[in-house]
């Protein structure tokens, strides 16, 4: 349907596209995936035409339409939401105008006027062209989409700009959906949405006739939906005739054929020009070296990209401990003019607990959040922490609070406390922001790019309990993959805020939902919850048995990356407990030498009584260390059978 062929685009020296060509096919369902950075979002606006090529072409049939959904920016007019949403019907809207205008026209123009006969036919032309397009299902489609998208039937004669920047983008993304593109490319599209309207956006466009394209770090909303993947990474855009899962296992395996076949080349190579080497100055093998030059010259060699290794490395810092009670909210209440956000809102959170904090957009979570952080006032009830409590909040739009006139370094050296500033090159290090990177200004770095320096600051400072809101925007699959992991092994305590499924199940062991209708705590993951709605009728289930089929293989790939995240964190708190034993070792070791070298004094005997208690301290000094070598070989044998299960032996 659209082919793009051999397109080039560089910003400077960087290569954003290299001779890259995509075709793309009548109903294809595209996830675009690639680190932040490599032009996901830039070939989308090239494709709708907000981008310019430096060379290359794309052709497109000229019935092809292109809808496409930005990640941000969007600003919709100030008209009621049932007018701006109902506008994307501009043709139908047309055809009723004419159709008004004719009957005004037949009501006052005389019987028999040429102005009463070309009403007539207006009239007739514009009342089957209204029935063909289904005019009277008109109200019912746009209801239908406002209310998957999370929207209460008070709100359709609410102006547009009394939303948030995240409601405003659904409505954006609702006209986008009812004009229905031949082609429909979606940036980001569940960045803003809960869990409700994720579900019931995937399972729309599970149903969507034209093709589509989605950027999303959304692993289980691309695998359900996609049937294609494709890959961009320095320049180059390859295609995958599968979802999220599909690539990744394809793509290792085509690196590992690639890899097998440039060594093989590799190996027919060296052994020619042996034989061209050693026979170079023989005339009787002259034609045969001279062919062998030639084929040489003519091979076309074998290049294997070299593998992104580049990943950020960091563990959250060992928390103090503290108190068994780490938070606890009574009766909050706030409201916003005369909107009730929180009503009487109670609950508690305890040492260790890893809580997913969830709900409807606009059930309040970032305002409670805010209030629990102490970044907003409740108007009533009381919020309060154990003993020993060092809170640390991630905030959803942290990246805004970054000084943009600040280099990174700069900016990192400001949020550190005097003791720890010489660990901010190496932290940076950790988080990709390596050489000349440092010296960037926060004003041109990505949106992944400020999440990780945010990340970075955040780690500065010292907690035991930890509020994330929406910490996985802007950050690619890698990242979040990091973060997911370091959030599994750390031993504080949690609360999340946050839809992504994915991200998570291996994560959270508590569910609290928040609604207009109160608080609801739920034990388990977030699939354990979503189950629980399900079961409840709020998310409706999936009638296709293809699509049961996908959702039950999506399933149990997901129960598997579950299973190992969880044996990952089970590893890195075994490998800690092991090096707190080592630590301890050497710690008693020393001192067992201090005691020993004053037992080897030719006097120590004359001392009495000191003699009695240095050697009754030696002893005691034995047995310890005796004890924890004994502890040693225990959890060493527990980290080989757990890493032998893993894989990782």
């Known amino acids: 349907m659209i082919e793009l062929k051999e397109i080039v685009l560089a910003y400077g020296a960087r290569k954003i596209f290299d001779t890259a060509t995509v075709v793309v096919n009548k109903g294809d369902r595209i996830g675009l995936v690639g680190s932040n950075g490599a032009g996901k979002t830039t070939l989308l606006r090239v494709i709708a035409g907000e981008e310019h090529l430096d060379s290359g072409s794309i052709t497109k049939p000229r019935y092809a339409t292109v809808g496409y959904l930005p990640q941000e920016s969007i600003v919709v007019g100030s008209r009621p939401l049932y007018d701006e949403v109902e506008s994307a019907f501009a043709d139908v809207l047309e055809l009723r105008r004419q159709?008004?205008?004719?009957?005004?026209?037949?009501?006052?123009?005389?019987?028999?006027?040429?102005?009463?006969?070309?009403?007539?036919?207006?009239?007739?032309?514009?009342?089957?062209?209204?029935?063909?397009?289904e005019e009277i299902k008109l109200r019912s489609r746009v209801e239908t989409v406002l209310h998957g998208l999370g929207f209460k039937p008070s709100d359709m004669d609410r102006p547009c700009s009394e939303f948030s920047g995240g409601w405003q983008m659904r409505i954006a993304l609702a006209k986008l959906l009812l004009k229905e593109p031949s082609l429909l490319m979606l940036d980001e599209p569940t960045n803003h949405l809960d869990i409700e309207s994720v579900a019931w956006l995937e399972d729309y466009l599970c149903g969507y006739e034209g093709a589509i394209i989605v950027v999303s770090h959304d692993r289980a909303f691309l695998n359900s939906l996609t049937n294609r993947t494709l890959h961009i990474s320095k320049g180059r855009i390859d295609s995958y005739a599968g979802n999220y899962d599909f690539f990744e296992k394809d793509s290792q395996?085509?690196?590992?054929?690639?890899?097998?076949?440039?060594?093989?080349?590799?190996?027919?190579?060296?052994?020619?020009e042996r034989f061209i080497e050693r026979f170079r100055y023989k005339a009787t093998k002259a034609a045969q070296v001279q062919s062998r030059v030639k084929a040489l010259d003519k091979m076309e060699r074998i290049e294997v990209e070299e593998e992104d290794v580049s990943k950020i490395?960091?563990?959250?810092?060992?928390?103090?401990?503290c108190g068994q009670v780490v938070l606890e909210v009574s009766d909050v209440c706030k409201s916003f003019g005369t909107h009730n956000v929180l009503n009487r809102v109670s609950f508690r959170v305890e040492r260790g607990e890893r809580v997913a904090l969830v709900g409807v957009n606009g059930a309040g979570k970032s305002t409670l959040a805010k209030i629990i952080a102490g970044e907003l006032s409740h108007d009533s009830g009381k919020v309060s922490f154990g003993s020993n409590v060092d809170m640390s909040y991630f905030a959803q739009h942290?990246?805004?609070?970054?000084?943009?006139?600040?280099?990174?370094?700069?900016?990192?050296?400001n949020a550190a406390p005097l003791e720890r500033k010489g660990e901010v090159r190496g932290l940076l290090g950790a988080f990709l922001f390596k050489g000349d990177d440092v010296f960037k200004r926060v004003s041109v770095l990505s949106g992944g790019e400020?999440?990780?320096?945010?990340?970075?600051?955040?780690?500065?400072?010292?907690?035991?309990?930890?509020?994330?809101?929406?910490?996985?925007?802007?950050?690619?699959?890698?990242?979040?993959?990091?973060?997911?992991?370091?959030?599994?092994?750390?031993?504080?305590?949690?609360?999340?805020?946050?839809?992504?499924?994915?991200?998570?199940?291996?994560?959270?062991?508590?569910?609290?939902?928040?609604?207009?209708?109160?608080?609801?705590?739920?034990?388990?993951?977030?699939?354990d919850y979503v189950d629980r709605l399900k079961s409840e009728g709020k998310i409706s289930l999936r009638s296709s048995g293809r699509a049961a089929a996908?959702?039950?293989?999506?399933?149990?790939?997901?129960t598997r990356r579950i299973l190992a995240a969880r044996k990952r964190a089970e590893i890195s708190k075994i490998k800690r407990e092991i090096a707190n034993i080592e630590s301890e070792i050497a710690i008693a070791e020393s001192d067992l030498a201090q005691v020993e070298l004053e037992m080897s004094s030719p006097d120590f005997f004359k001392k009495g009584a000191q003699c009695a208690s240095t050697t009754e301290h030696y002893n005691a000094l034995k047995s310890k260390i005796d004890s924890l070598y004994a502890d040693w070989e225990a959890r060493s044998s527990e980290l080989e059978n757990a890493s032998s299960q893993d894989g990782i032996a």
Do not use: C
């Not at 037949?106 to 063909?132: N, Q």
């Not at 490395?313 to 401990?321: D, K, L, T, Y």
């Open 398 to 413: 942290q990246t805004d609070e970054l000084d943009r006139s600040n280099d990174v370094l700069t900016e990192a050296l």
């Open 313 to 321: 490395s960091f563990r959250f810092p060992e928390p103090r401990r």
């Open 550 to 558: 996908q959702e039950k293989k999506v399933s149990g790939q997901k």
């Open 450 to 527: 400020k999440n990780r320096l945010a990340l970075a600051k955040m780690l500065l400072r010292e907690f035991n309990f930890l509020i994330l809101d929406e910490p996985t925007n802007h950050l690619d699959m890698n990242s979040k993959s990091v973060l997911q992991s370091a959030l599994a092994a750390y031993a504080g305590t949690t609360l999340i805020v946050s839809h992504d499924r994915d991200f998570l199940d291996p994560i959270v062991d508590k569910v609290m939902e928040l609604s207009p209708a109160g608080l609801r705590i739920f034990p388990g993951n977030l699939s």
């Open 99 to 133: 159709r008004d205008e004719a009957d005004e026209i037949l009501r006052t123009a005389p019987v028999g006027s040429p102005e009463y006969s070309d009403a007539i036919f207006t009239m007739g032309e514009a009342v089957r062209r209204l029935e063909d397009a």
């Open 253 to 272: 395996a085509r690196r590992s054929h690639l890899l097998r076949a440039a060594q093989n080349q590799q190996k027919a190579i060296e052994k020619t």
